[in-house]
């Protein structure tokens, strides 16, 4: 974790607004500490909602397992610990062994990998370098994904580098009974 402390608190039932609450609701009982952290600013959240649903959805192109993993790299790349922590568990639902969970944070040159995988961590390693995939890289993915699936790891890269951006900004902190990756320790 990069903060020790939240910079922004995460809002407390008691302070709750109207609008708040109603950002809030569909989340039910147990209320995450980014939501809790966003929701400050309502009508930003809603906005944030819109599009991270898309991308969390079934409507990104991208089967669950193959998204888990860009999703993942681009977070341990941004050294977002928050952000790991939520998905990993989240990638073991959606496929991911423990063993494929520990190799993203080596990479595509980590051994095992598919080609399809290699593209897919090629990919995310470019989109936060340089913010640009190369050819080869783009060939790669074109052998593996369709057009719609292409843009949607660009897509998905780019709405979990804002995640971890605000996450490692904002300070926002593990929830309750979570527990730091070593490996992200000391950022």
């Not at 063993?99 to 598919?114: L, M, N, T, V």
């Not at 936060?128 to 994904?145: E, M, S, V, Y």
């Not at 709405?159 to 527990?179: A, I, K, P, R, W």
């Amino acid at each position: 974790m990069r903060l020790t402390a939240p910079r922004i608190q995460p809002v407390r039932d008691e302070e709750l607004t109207p609008d708040q609450k109603e950002q809030l609701e569909p989340f039910g009982g147990r209320v995450l500490n980014i939501f809790r952290t966003l929701v400050r600013e309502p009508k930003a959240m809603r906005g944030f909602m819109g599009w991270g649903n898309y991308i969390l959805s079934r409507r990104n192109g991208l089967p669950a397992r193959e998204r888990e993993i860009v999703i993942l790299r681009i977070g341990y790349l941004c050294k977002s610990g928050y952000e790991w922590t939520q998905h990993v568990p989240i990638g073991e639902r959606s496929g991911l062994t423990r063993d494929e969970i520990e190799r993203i944070k080596q990479g595509a040159d980590a051994p095992g990998w598919s080609e399809a995988d290699q593209a897919l961590l090629r990919a995310a390693d470019e989109l936060h370098h340089d913010q640009f995939i190369t050819d080869a890289t783009w060939a790669l993915l074109g052998k593996h994904f369709d057009q719609k699936q292409q843009m949607d790891v660009v897509f998905t890269a780019g709405q979990y580098t804002q995640v971890s951006m605000m996450l490692n900004s904002f300070g926002v902190q593990l929830d309750e009974g979570q527990t730091l990756d070593p490996d992200l320790k000391g950022f």
